[in-house]
Nanobody, 121 residues
Framework: QVQLVESGGGLVQAGGSLRLSCVAS????????MAWDRQAPGKQRELVAL???????NYADYVKGRFTISSDNAKNTAYLQMNSLKPDDTAVYYC???????????????WGQGTQVTVSS
């Protein structure tokens, strides 16, 4: 019922830029926050950036100053603008949303299928 679809991944050279998009749809009553996580093979999934419905943002230190998260609340959409990409940024990037499905419902996290970002040296 709840679907998150990411797009915008691809192959770029170090120093390049990429913009990821995430659209949440389905049975959604309210979204508290949307975030981008990433996971490289053999590594733990980690938070990259987060934005609340009120516009407050949070970033991992290693992307601060390079990545920017934004959102369009009316469209249940989040974006991640990635600049000055490094090979270490190579990972599958997942969108997640902390949302409730109905009035009075509990909030829980949902994830998209991920989009691959590969940064070549």
């Amino acid at each position: 019922q709840v679907q998150l679809v990411e797009s915008g991944g691809g192959l770029v050279q170090a120093g390049g830029s990429l913009r990821l998009s995430c659209v949440a749809s389905g049975s959604i009553f309210s979204i508290k926050a949307m975030a981008w996580d990433r996971q490289a093979p053999g590594k733990q999934r980690e938070l990259v950036a987060l934005i609340t419905s009120g516009g407050r943002t949070n970033y991992a230190d290693y992307v601060k100053g390079r990545f920017t998260i934004s959102s369009d609340n009316a469209k249940n959409t989040a974006y991640l603008q990635m600049n000055s990409l490094k090979p270490d940024d190579t990972a599958v990037y997942y969108c997640n949303a902390d949302l409730s499905r109905y009035s009075g419902g509990s909030y829980r996290s949902y994830w998209g299928q991920g989009t691959q970002v590969t940064v070549s040296s």
